[in-house]
């Protein structure tokens, strides 16, 4: 799966190989669903398996600083529901 825009090819694969099993399970999650809410509690269900406030929010700002090398992509957190991607 890629991506391409004005800025360079994005590859989901290329992308995800460095990260780690669950950085690439929630970012899969985000970008399958990109441009829409990802609930919380889907989130918790398809990356962990049960409830984990805490390390989401670690994990999304792994992600967060992750994707500052690539301008086009940008997690935005929506309050009290959860995450978009968003690919301009």
């Given at each position: 799966m890629s991506y391409k825009n004005k800025m360079p090819e994005f590859k989901l694969e290329e992308f995800i190989r460095p990260l780690t099993p669950t950085e690439g399970r929630l970012f899969r999650t985000l970008y399958r669903?990109?441009?829409?809410?990802?609930?919380?509690?889907?989130?918790?269900?398809?990356?962990?398996?049960?409830?984990?406030?805490?390390?989401?929010?670690?994990?999304?700002?792994r992600l967060k600083k992750i994707l500052k090398r690539?301008?086009?992509?940008?997690?935005?957190?929506?309050?009290?529901?959860?995450?978009r991607l968003m690919i301009k």
């Open positions: 669903n990109h441009g829409r809410i990802v609930l919380k509690a889907d989130i918790f269900e398809e990356v962990w398996g049960w409830e984990a406030q805490d390390s989401l929010y670690v994990y999304i700002g690539y301008p086009h992509l940008t997690i935005e957190s929506i309050s009290r529901k959860g995450y």
